[in-house]
């Protein structure tokens, strides 16, 4: 909804000149934190509110200095909104000073000697961390059970998202014997920049919009409603530090790291005692180079007095402890000229426009492109031909337009519209571009048009898919162009002169594709499914898929109706699949795939008889699945599923919540699994 909120509502946008743009930069910045956190801020629509939050994040970024983790930019990943309870840290959670450079970190280090009353020359010992760039939550075990767990929000009140954090891997739901009876665990939520980039790739096949970075994603998902949603993405856990405690000796940040780790968390394995401040400052520098080849995002180091009661002495103020402090790194952004945007097309069809760009170091890497998604992504940066633009690398992700620079626009620049671009036809086929209710993109409906081809071939032939080692782009796009291959299965009927008569291919490369190929013919039904390149089937639905049918031919011939009914599949995944076998050229192709040779490895999950005459019992919720589900899995496995513990019990699967049947079965001895290793036997929800 648009309201009286817009940019005007809180001054203008400050002009950028090097003299006193620092001031105006940080008037921005508070002036935009302020609108954001007004309680009775004017509504604005969700894009000018993202776009608010991403000016925030884009001024932090450049300016380390305002970084606070009171922002809303780390605080409410989305909107703020009520549908959390609202959760008092019994201690707050302190954030920390900032350095942003050697030299104030050992600014840092004198403080800390003055206010102890040390000489300058006795050295401190520090433990140096990597800063997470995550989301801080904090986790209660009382009686060594997972009993809340809340996100950090402003430090003194966070929101209660127990069973979406239960949902992670690597946070226990009990901690072992020895563990103080009551705990508080602090720590990091993050997805590292792989899984990151596989979930992206993953929503853009299905149609759904990517997110911008691992922080927004993961922030998003932790404030899921539904915590089977959160469970979907890959979050992890990370812990650095301790609140309430009741028992356990901890003298020192050390300990606690090591006590961490003996309970189970996973502790960020580069933290390194340094005897002294030049240890520390060393620390920082060598991760400044180091922080590329990490599979995670870090924006700075941490630096903390080792010693339990020297951090007592020195206290905090204004809820920053004065024992430690965060260094941050120089900026991963810059800024550039959008030369040109280019449209190009999917394996779906759909139209993407991406950035050509003005060729721009940032993070270490040069950048030329940044893609732009979609033409609401255009509209609500407003980027057009000739603009500079801000640009921002983080780790592994894609390069992202951050913000236009709309003061350095060139005269006459026009707003860019994907249809007008392209004339209302796809660039590659010519066929018509339509844009479907309900969906963000431009789609090619041409049947026959060769960017989609090559797409699809690409996906049939990638590894995730049916894998044939070697099959990359341009082969692809030769065989498509000289005619030589119309659908997958054409691929297996090439000859060794076909393969050795394309560009830079030399017999004995023709030989291996051909190995690949023939390798490639035993192919298990999920991946299959996959490779069909049908709408909205990924990975996780076209294991699903397999597991309900376990064969094609009983999946081709499914209803719509039936398709709804499977797992987590929905009416629109359900109809395109239906669609898809529905068309006749489809069916076609698949039934080539066979003629050429395919053949399906794929065994039944019924067959899979592993816990034959085991008898289980479930107590509590679980996130992954309902209970029900959960007892047919088991049947299915060969289980016997009871509703009671007694000494004849194999194991008790315990969820969220357990009632009596968990205490019963500790004192009867009996085997308890948690849902993390529940799910690991049984190979996954
Ligand atoms: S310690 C009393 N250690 O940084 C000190 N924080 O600016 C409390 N963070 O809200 C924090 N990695 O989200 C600490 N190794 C680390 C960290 C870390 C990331 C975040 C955390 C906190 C913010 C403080």
């Known amino acids: 909804m648009k309201g009286r909120g817009t940019r005007d509502n809180f001054g203008p946008c400050p002009r950028r000149t090097s003299a006193g743009a620092s001031l105006r930069s940080a008037t921005r910045f508070a002036n935009i934190t302020a609108f954001i956190t007004r309680e009775d801020r004017p509504r604005i629509s969700d894009a000018d509110y993202d776009a608010l939050l991403r000016e925030l994040k884009a001024l932090e970024d450049t300016h380390p200095e305002f970084d606070d983790p009171a922002s809303p930019t780390r605080t409410v990943g989305s909107r703020p909104s009520e549908k959390f309870e609202k959760y008092e840290h019994a201690l707050p959670m302190l954030s920390l000073g900032n350095a942003m450079n050697e030299e104030d970190l050992r600014e840092f280090d004198a403080r800390v000697k003055r206010q102890l009353e040390w000489e300058t020359d006795r050295p401190v010992a520090y433990v140096a961390e990597l800063k997470i760039d995550g989301l801080a939550v904090e986790l209660v075990y009382e009686n060594g059970r997972l009993t809340a767990g809340a996100t950090r929000g402003d430090g003194a009140v966070g929101e209660l998202i127990t069973p979406n954090l239960r949902t992670l891997k690597t946070i226990p739901a009990e901690l072992p014997h020895g563990a103080p009876k009551l705990v508080e665990v602090r720590g990091e939520v993050y997805m590292r920049k792989a899984d990151f980039a596989r979930m992206n790739e993953e929503r853009e096949q299905e149609g759904e919009p990517v997110f911008a970075n691992p922080r927004n994603s993961a922030a998003g998902a932790l404030r899921q409603l539904d915590p089977q949603m959160t469970a979907k993405r890959p979050l992890r856990f990370f812990a650095y530090a301790l609140g309430r405690k009741d028992g356990g000796e901890f003298p020192a940040h050390e300990t606690t790291l090591t006590a961490l780790a003996s309970w189970g968390f996973d502790v960020n394995p580069e933290w390194r005692l340094c005897p002294d401040i030049d240890a520390a400052a060393a620390y920082f520098r060598s991760w400044v180079e180091r922080r590329e080849g990490l599979d995670y995002e870090i924006d700075g180091v941490v630096v903390k007095v080792n010693d339990r009661s020297l951090q007592d002495r020195l206290g905090q103020v204004s809820r920053r402890p004065r024992w430690a402090v965060a260094v941050k790194f120089p900026a991963q952004q810059s800024e550039t000229v959008v030369r040109d945007i280019g449209v190009q097309v999917g394996r779906t069809g759909a139209l993407t426009p991406v950035a050509k760009l003005e060729p721009v170091r940032v993070g270490g890497v040069t950048v030329s492109s940044a893609s732009l998604h979609n033409q609401d992504e255009i509209d609500r940066l407003d980027v057009r031909v000739g603009d500079t633009v801000v640009i921002q690398r983080a780790g592994d992700v894609i390069p992202e337009v951050v913000r236009v620079i709309v003061e350095k626009r060139p005269k006459g620049a026009k707003a860019f519209s994907i249809p007008e671009a392209v004339g209302g036809k796809c660039p590659v086929c010519g066929s018509e571009a339509v844009r479907l209710p309900e969906e963000v993109a431009y789609r090619c409906v041409g049947i026959a048009c060769p960017a989609k081809l090559v797409e699809s071939i690409k996906h049939f032939a990638s590894k995730t898919a049916v894998n044939i080692d070697g099959l990359g782009d341009k082969l692809v796009r030769q065989v498509v162009e000289r005619g030589l291959v119309k659908s997958p299965a054409d691929l297996y009927r090439l000859t060794k002169d076909d393969w050795a008569g394309l560009e830079r291919m030399a017999e004995k490369s023709a030989e291996n594709l051909l190995a690949a190929l023939e390798a490639s013919k035993n192919v298990a039904l999920p991946k299959l499914i996959y490779g069909l390149g049908i709408r909205h089937v990924g990975e996780t639905t076209a294991r699903t898929l397999a597991q309900a049918y376990g064969g094609l031919d009983a999946l081709m011939d499914a209803g719509e109706e039936a398709l709804a009914e499977v797992g987590d599949i929905g009416p629109v995944v359900a109809r395109?699949?239906?669609?898809?076998?529905?068309?006749?050229?489809?069916?076609?192709?698949?039934?080539?795939?066979?003629?050429?040779?395919?053949?399906?490895?794929?065994?039944?999950?019924?067959?899979?008889?592993?816990?034959?005459?085991?008898?289980?019992?479930?107590?509590?919720?679980?996130?992954?699945?309902?209970?029900?589900?959960?007892?047919?899995?088991?049947?299915?496995?060969?289980?016997?599923?009871?509703?009671?513990v007694s000494k004849k019990t194999s194991v008790v699967v315990a969820g969220a919540d357990p009632g009596s049947k968990y205490d019963k079965a500790r004192d009867l001895g009996v085997e308890i699994w948690d849902e993390e290793r529940f799910l690991k036997e049984i190979g996954g929800p």
């Open 576 to 644: 395109s699949i239906r669609g898809f076998f529905a068309d006749d050229e489809n069916r076609r192709k698949i039934r080539e795939l066979f003629d050429v040779g395919l053949r399906i490895m794929w065994e039944a999950p019924a067959k899979d008889q592993r816990f034959e005459g085991k008898t289980f019992v479930l107590t509590g919720g679980l996130s992954a699945m309902s209970r029900d589900a959960a007892k047919e899995r088991l049947v299915m496995l060969g289980a016997k599923v009871s509703g009671s």
